[in-house]
């Protein structure tokens, strides 16, 4: 299984930004796909999380009402867009599947309950 980040860049603060993630090698109909992101000097965090019905989203609170995660099993992708950006939300940007054990279900935000990971996407926030 392999996973391909892509649609970073540079956006001004207020911009918005779409990331996609396809993967290759296995359907991902099965699995919770998730975006964390790791800015410079700082540990990995979790940003959002969706089931593979997409009944479920999860998202940390510091995105919350301003970042959408979607996905679309037909094209095995998943997409992360970004609204209302800020500086603070500078990192790469990586996106991650897992098979949904009960581990996950219960702590979409572990990034120890993935399997699968991207190769991340950089993310620039200008103020």
């Known amino acids: 299984v392999q996973l391909q980040a892509s649609g970073g860049g540079l956006v001004q603060a207020g911009g918005s930004l779409r990331l996609s993630c396809v993967v290759s090698?296995?359907?991902?109909?099965?699995?919770?796909m998730a975006w964390f992101r790791q800015a410079p000097g700082k540990e990995q965090e979790f940003v959002a999380a969706?089931?593979?019905?997409?009944?479920?989203?999860y998202y940390a609170d510091s995105v919350k009402g301003r970042f959408t995660i979607s996905r679309d099993n037909a094209k095995n992708s998943v997409y992360l867009q970004m609204d209302s950006l800020k500086p603070e939300d500078t990192a790469v940007y990586y996106c991650?599947?897992?098979?949904?054990?009960?581990?996950?279900?219960?702590?979409?935000?572990?990034?120890?309950?993935?399997?699968?990971w991207g190769q991340g996407t950089q993310v620039t926030v200008s103020s």
């Open positions: 969706v089931t593979w019905t997409t009944s479920s989203t």
């Open positions: 991650a599947a897992g098979h949904q054990t009960v581990g996950l279900l219960l702590h979409p935000d572990a990034p120890y309950e993935y399997h699968y």
């Open positions: 090698g296995r359907t991902i109909s099965s699995y919770l």
